[in-house]
């Protein structure tokens, strides 16, 4: 430990370990045991890996879904003379090469990786070059990722387990802000965690922050409540939103009151997203109008209000969100509006992934009758997938990760890529590969085509062609041409990625036996909606309640006993005795004009949920190609109605028809008049697919008794 003190002081400039940071590290270093890390944001996760990676002798290997974050945290340990890198799709060729060869040689201490589809984990090259080094610690951030039962599960993330067993990590450490008891149970089951001796939290609560909740009927009322909260603020404020274009909406009222607010989304430039935070990180009063994209990675220590325009989905989301107000420990304020106009929109989030039952049959059957490749192995295209079958292509990664994890059929293996551009690193390493006799370099000089001339020529190959018309495995010729790059001779750029999968036992091909396990991925998405609406009750539960706010947050993670006495004195129950009154009823009739609409504009009949969707406003690979999604006046034109009801209504309709699909496909009518604000809630962003489940149907919680404190 002596060690990581003297990098704690020299390198990060800080006197002494914070926390439990103090206590992590030693389970790293001392006891070589691997550890999960529950610090609230703001808490100090990242010191937790990084001190330990200049204190061993191998790679740091760091993952995180946030690339943004990932550059963050990278240009800091730079500028404190630290080699670290990160390694994805955005970096040049050049770029890319560099830290590849800083890796090879041992020169890079952390390098930073995202798991999804198109990051480097699943990247051959990658994982030619991981199985060089010695992986010394693997950090894996944002962990709760890898439980089902959290609210930001990824697919992606269950292969991170299997990674660091096979590649005989050393050890291990997850670390995340927003885990239940439940989640982190799932986590330190997941990584071979002792939950008694390897688990380090920190209670969510923070004596700082003063949480409030205000009902609002409309923005006009919710605008009228910010300003002059707004122009009393003593520091910079964050104003969170649920969707893009109510970033500037919101801005651009604000600004004639004596207000200049930023505007900060996913839809922005990269370059101008930067520009933002960093004016945001220099000043004293700022104000950012933004979407959750904002915030991951923002360590400023005096934010003095973090408002909430639009409720949050979960728990989870606002917990995390808060956290970033009043880091100093000076008091701040964090705000968040009810609104029955917003739920809508939150309720289609939480109900966009369940698609129809009988397009899980058809992927089920395109999936088991493929014949495999010589290898044993099943490749697709998880894009073609997803426009074919409905599919939202986070739902298509669970449903085979479901195949793999739950039945045992098949074995997610790296994917790979259908087309590679091949360019020369250098003149010398060019006329290596040209030079190269072997029967896998003619193959792959046989096959490939010029994109351009000369040295600086790049060169593209048809892998699944070459590796047909020429009877080598595909897997052969790709590992070939990695060893040129990792040998330094050339860079590559794969495109067109083709996910792959082991096949374990032969999969179900009877159609009783297809029915029978699309029922039961059907249900689970059904429960998995009926879990969201849940977490979405929750938050409303939470808002309006009887009970102390701080005490309610820290209770939902398992820290009931961190406010004192149950009271924190600052939020608005423990001003006013009470919580606030709040319900938001949804129409549980349908307009029959209204339903006939939707029917004349889609001429389907096969989906009664496809129809449910267009008319509440869920948007879906299916609705975009059909021209009945954002751009269609009649999309989200039923918003105000009870979902379940919406499905209700079109399935009579359907069943008319015997559920026939249309070979007819209805233009989309031109725009004749602007659409209404309830007509163009969703953009092309909001979630895809949706069900009939049971749960909670937009009614607000009933109240429970009081409990009389003051």
Sequence with gaps: ??????????TFG??????????????????????????????????TYQVPALCLDGITLVISPLIALMKDQVDALVRRGIKAANLDSTLTADRSAWVKNEVLTGQ????????????????????AMMKRVKISLLAVDESHCISQWGASFRPEYLKIARFAEEFDVERVLCLTATATQEVAADICKSFHIDPAAGVFRTPVYRPNLALRVHVANTMQEKLDHLVPILKARTGPAIVYVTLQRHAEEIANYLRPHG?????????MPSEEREKIQLEFMKSEKGIVCATIAFGMGIDKADIRQVVHFHMP?????????????????????????????????????????????????????????????????????????????????????LCYAQLELDYGYIRAITPFYSIYDISAQSPDGWQKVMADDSPLAKVIRTY?????????????IDMANAAACSEIDRGDLARHINSWE?????????????????????????????????????????????????????????ATNDDCLAQALASYFGDGDAVADGLCGKCNFCQTGTGVE??????????????????????????????????????????TAGKWSNNHPLFGSMVHVDFNALVAAFDKECEKVDYVRSLVVAPAPKMSKKRTHTQSSYPAQSSYGSSNSGGYSRGGPSKRARRGRN
């Design 486 to 542: 990792l040998d330094g001779y050339i860079n590559t750029k794969p495109s067109q990625v083709r996910n792959r999968y082991q096949v374990l036992k032969p999969l179900p091909k009877a159609t009783e036996e297809i029915k029978t396990l699309a029922e039961q991925l059907y249900t689970g998405m059904v429960g998995r909606e009926s879990e969201a609406i849940e977490k979405l009750r929750k938050v409303i539960e939470f």
């Design 14 to 47: 800080f006197p002494s370990f914070r926390l439990s940071q103090e206590a992590v590290i030693r389970r790293l270093l001392v006891d070589n045991e691997n550890a999960l890390v529950l610090f609230p944001t703001g808490g100090g996760k990242s010191l």
């Design 448 to 460: 490939w085509r010029p994109k351009g001339a000369g040295y600086q020529s790049i060169y593209q």
């Design 582 to 623: 709040f319900t938001a009823q949804a129409e549980s009739v349908p307009d029959p004009t209204q339903i006939k609409a939707i029917l004349d504009a889609c001429p389907e009949r096969d989906d009664p949920r496809l129809l449910a969707r267009m008319a509440f406003g869920i948007t879906s690979p299916r609705l």
């Design 259 to 267: 207000l200049d607010p930023m505007v900060y989304h996913a839809g």
């Design 108 to 127: 890079m201490k952390l390098l930073y990786v995202a798991p999804e589809r198109h990051a480097m984990l699943n990247n051959e090259s990658f994982i």
């Design 1 to 10: 430990m002596e060690q990581a003190h003297k990098v704690l002081t020299e």
């Design 313 to 397: 989905k979960t728990l989870e989301n606002y917990s995390q969100e808060v956290g970033r107000a009043g880091r100093d420990g000076q008091e701040s304020m964090c705000l968040m509006y009810l609104s029955a106009a917003d739920f809508p929109i939150l309720e289609g989030f939480a109900r966009g992934d369940t698609c129809a039952k009988r397009d899980i049959e058809l992927w089920i059957q395109e999936v088991a009758m493929r014949e495999p490749a010589g290898d044993g192995t099943l490749d697709f295209n998880h894009y073609q997938q997803m426009r074919s079958y409905d599919i939202r292509q986070n739902v298509l990664g």
